[in-house]
């Protein structure tokens, strides 16, 4: 049995990580979303800059809100996790603007039905980034 609660622990500690990494991710879709929308549908700005300022804000309030909540890695290597977190958000960023393009062009299909599918990869490619990579814990 004592070998058994380290293991135990860590899987509550990975499931408790990912649940918060989905909240956020969740209360930041409902953000970048809105913003896209007001920006492009209100606002009339073209689909590809309104996805520009809508993601600049959603990943910084995704940065902080993980940092801070989701993997508790505050006052920890600053500048490498910023720098590492700005890599991922640009891998995220060419994926999202080359999901949405393909829609778009291709498929002749609204910008939103673009930007909703490359939501579904980057939750992906964004969890094992920041967890293994951005705020990974140094042993």
């Not at 049995?1 to 860590?10: A, E, K, N, Q, S």
């Amino acid at each position: 049995m004592p070998l058994i609660m380290p293991i135990v622990f860590r899987i509550n500690k990975e499931k408790r990580a990912f649940i918060w990494f989905i909240s956020v991710g969740i209360i930041v879709l409902i953000l970048y979303y809105t913003i896209f929308k007001i920006l492009n549908a209100v606002l009339m700005l073209d689909y590809k800059l309104a996805i520009s300022i809508s993601y600049v804000v959603a990943v910084t309030c995704h940065f902080l809100m993980n940092k801070t909540f989701t993997f508790r890695r505050n006052n920890v290597n600053l500048d490498r996790q910023v720098i590492r977190y700005i890599v991922t958000c640009a891998i995220n960023y060419l994926i999202t603007i080359i999901v949405v393009e393909l829609t778009v062009k291709r498929l002749l299909f609204p910008a939103d039905f673009g930007l909703i599918a490359s939501i579904f990869i980057t939750v992906l490619s964004g969890y094992l980034l920041t967890r293994f990579w951005v705020f990974r814990h140094e042993t």
